[in-house]
């Protein structure tokens, strides 16, 4: 392979100085007409894309928004990401996603989408950006309240959505929990677990809680070491549920007859799964839709302050749980 | 929302000429050591993030590599860039990941990542990038074969994988067939086709092709209006057979008694679909990985040619298969 082309490449080609080239790149000063034309025509021959730090500075403005997700094998968040760029294409802007991998990367991917001038970013991720709190590019949270900031958010209520789910379980005399879980660190998990502790206690509930990771092999690894099975295991995510579910059938034991399962989101998949999934819908869709509307809102400046949004949670009854007597 | 810092800014904050700043940034000519300190104190005051083109310049790497997928949605291609990623990560290069959504915007995507100074590109869509024939930025294709260009490829045989599975059909006494095709302008789509299309020829099998766009959705649409229910319903993709089972569902046709429905991945969820599907499984995470492996030879200029790769498919028999007698 040839090396990449750079500016001294065509200030070379061009018979020029490299200053020459970026002048008329970065349009900073004026440079003869007959030159500039030479210097188009190099760079048109040795096929070099101008780049979008010479437009950003001359535009303001890349059209370019970067999305920051962690863990893009979890269709919660292709699903999320979906619902922003249908509406970031409507409006004539690109996105660039970065998959952070739950490896708390997110500070370089932050400073990574910033040297790619984005003009706006909207972060998905479990990381703490707080050094970023002085930078002028608009971060956008999803899936979490940034209450010490004065950014914007889109999330859902998840306190009161796992609320819901587990007084259906009280009801339908479900009486010995197993709670799985997510990162602590990560608002919707520590919300559904905030839920989980606050209803074992008001109803006197002796439970266990195990802490996972929100993947599906995190459930499949921890339903093969459950030792005493108890009424009901409620996951802190649709994926976790799927692999205890998975991980019990290995072990021969069966959902819901002989413990009931529950998970949180509502993933596609999770009407088709076997057995359906009892879980709580959340709207993803319409939360990256909404995404991106606000952060459309604000580089318009169409916004004095910024908008937060939070939603509402749905129960969605399926066969994963058993009615017991 | 302030607006963003620019060259401009810095310049005028600093006291200096705009190009005075950009030798700094691109350390294109020498800048006097006081004058260099006061710019690169101002750069942090302002909180200007120097981006990539300052650096592609100087090092003529970024190590940033660009993934365009064509649906973030189909849990195909989430399993593919987590192969990429992985590897990436351990040698220590970010990445950009880029949906076209199948809106054939691709050319469009390229640029941007060329413009975004991408070292390489590794391409799993479905446009045609001919007029980036010459460009210098290496594209390694996923999950299709480039006959005419010498471009390196990662693909899986979809030819011998779904001759594999009609066979397999045949031994089990399927006499009548509906085939559920993709975009025959996508690879993996026509190869499965052609497959399809030379069994019914070989074996004088009255046959139907649906064409549908791998999407779970347009799986529905269609079992919907499906009249004459056939022995089997081939689909070229899992996306489109939990769409068709779904589908079926809804109309009380039960899969496999009724219909015997197959499917083409083996991604994640199929394992534990109701009924779990009978389909090829590609070896998606480790055709992902090896792109990755290639590309990062290919920019240590440690390969001569442009390696080429075709793995094996593997058939997954199931419960969504009857054995009729």
Redesign the interface.
Known sequence: ????????DIAKKAGVS??TV??VL?D??PVKKETKEIIIKTIKEL?Y??????R??RM??TK?IGIIIPD??N?FF??L??GS??YL?EQNY??????S?N?KEDE??V??L????V?AILYAGIGNLEKFK?????IIYIDRIEKNSNSSYIVSNNYQGMTTLLDYLLKNNHKTYIFISGDENIFSASERLRAFTDFSKKHKIKNQIIQADYT?QSGIRIAEKIQTIPDAIVCSNDLMA?GI??GLKNRKINVPKDVSVTGYDDI??S??????LTTIKQPIYQMGRTASEIVIQ??Q?KVKENPIKMFKNELILRNSVLKRK
Not at 49 to 54: E, G, K, R, T, W
Not at 94 to 99: D, F, H, L, P, R
Not at 134 to 138: E, G, H, L
Not at 271 to 276: R, V
């Open positions: 392979m040839d090396k990449k082309i750079t500016i001294k490299t200053s970026s002048r970065n900073t000063l096929n894309y101008p780049d979008s730090l010479a950003s500075l303001g403005s370019t893009i094998s269709p292709s699903m990401v979906k760029e249908d294409r690109s996105t660039i996603i970065c998959n991998d490896k370089k991917i400073k990574l910033l040297e790619k001038k003009d002085k930078i002028k590019t608009p599906f799927y579910i998975q596609l998949f009407a088709m799964f076997n057995p359906p604000i580089l400046k």
